[in-house]
């Protein structure tokens, strides 16, 4: 590829090294957006397959005496974590007992009407769905649903100050390159 303006080699020298700084640069922020993406991703489904276990640790009491309070109680731990969307506990016949619901939530969401134990992750929500058992008998479900919203502003912002690194530290690199071509 020609330049249609001729570069002496002090240029020439200069551009190549920027630009090789630019590509190395891009691969090693895109690298860290992608394995900070893959980790903050699997320590929210661990967080959230923790805080369903606990739910469903202690929520088979309120189940079989139906102590609704007690299970609103349960719930209402989850409202201090920005990623729970929805937390449910439905009885045997999945009728739902108790419920929290975040204040954000998209307008037109409707709770399940149907449970099977799964656990679903889309890139937008996490859908977890597991069994209540008290000795060999199913006594209720717990239903988990997470917004990942927070996950996508931070990885934004993440790749935003990447962007800025970029241009800063090819800035410095021109500067640098500039002050050390008088010596070649």
Known sequence: MRLPIPLTIQRKLTLIMLATCAVALIVAVTTLVVFDSINERQQILNRFEAQASFIVANSAPALVFNQHDLAFDLLDSLKNDPYIAVGCIYNSETNLVAHHVATDLPSG?????????????????????????????????????????????????LAGVGILVIFFAIGVAALVSYYLQRYI
């Open 109 to 157: 969401y409707t709770l399940p009407s149907t449970l099977k134990p799964n656990r679903d992750d889309t890139f937008g929500f996490i859908e977890i769905v597991q069994p209540i058992v008290l000795g060999p008998e199913t006594v209720g479900y717990i239903y988990l649903l997470g917004d990942l919203t927070p996950l996508k502003q931070r990885l934004r912002t």
